[in-house]
Each structure stands twice: as structure tokens, then as C-alpha cells.
């Protein structure tokens, strides 16, 4: 329970647009299961204005928002195709599909050279949102 006074920091990450690797990954899913919301959830919540309406609707304050940005090395292109398969709901959406998300990883750590340069670095961008208990 968020006392008076307390402080509610959260982010999400911010649109695919913004994020070139997730558009990737998207595209993969969708050429896979034919239906274009699978992966969308993690980057589903990217306006500032329905999360500001969605605060106070549940009683918060001072809303703040800022869009932070980071490159972000990517030693090992598999273990980061892994991750945005494997790492979220997306994998959870593909077995329900009857695909296998591990089958999906090396095609897209292969599509994902092309997107990340080499070195291989994720342009990364979240929203960090704070608000306030009254």
C-alpha cells in the first residue's frame, strides 16, 4: 500500500518506432502467426496522455513523464533474440499459437545484425512516468 506522500515510479518502454529491434522482432511474429497484436504488449503502452488519464482516474498527483534514451551494447545477438521472445508474454502468445519460440530465435538474431550495426548496439527508449499519493 502507497502511503500519503508516497511517490509511484514506473516505465514502460516506449513504441516500436522508437525502439528499431522490437519493429524487427515484430515483424517476425507477425510473418509467423499471421496476426499482428502478438508482440505488441510490451510496447502497448506508449501514450503519455492515457497514462496520465489512467493516474488520476486512480487518485495520483504530480504527474511527471520523461523519455529516457541508452545504446545499449549487444555482446551476443542470440541471447538478446532470446530475450525479446522469450522474455515477455510473446512466448506465452506463440505456444498458444502451437509454434515454438525457441525455433524463431536464430532467424531473428539473424535479421537483427542488419538493424543493430556492428558493433551490435540496441537503440533503447522507455517512458518513466512518476505520480503521487495525495
Known amino acids: 500500500m502507497l502511503g500519503s506522500g508516497g511517490r509511484f515510479l514506473f516505465t514502460t518502454w516506449d513504441g516500436r518506432e522508437t525502439n528499431p529491434y522490437a519493429q524487427v522482432a515484430a515483424?517476425?511474429?507477425v510473418e509467423a502467426t499471421g496476426e499482428t497484436g502478438v508482440f505488441g504488449l510490451a510496447y502497448g503502452m506508449t501514450s503519455l496522455d492515457e497514462?496520465?488519464?489512467?493516474?488520476?482516474?486512480a487518485g495520483f498527483t504530480?504527474?511527471?513523464a520523461?523519455?529516457?534514451r541508452l545504446a545499449a551494447p549487444v555482446p551476443d545477438l542470440g541471447l538478446f533474440a532470446a530475450g525479446l521472445?522469450?522474455?515477455n508474454p510473446t512466448a506465452t502468445l506463440l505456444h498458444e499459437r502451437g509454434l515454438e519460440p525457441e525455433?524463431?530465435?536464430p532467424?531473428?538474431?539473424r535479421r537483427l545484425r542488419g538493424?543493430?550495426?556492428k558493433p551490435a548496439t540496441a537503440r533503447l527508449q522507455m517512458l518513466v512516468y512518476e505520480a503521487v499519493r495525495p
Open 85 to 87: 521472445l522469450l522474455g
Open 62 to 64: 504530480g504527474f511527471r
Open 27 to 29: 515483424d517476425l511474429v
Open 115 to 117: 538493424t543493430l550495426g
Open 66 to 68: 520523461e523519455v529516457v
Open 103 to 105: 525455433t524463431l530465435v
Open 107 to 109: 532467424e531473428l538474431a
Open 51 to 57: 497514462v496520465r488519464v489512467l493516474a488520476q482516474e
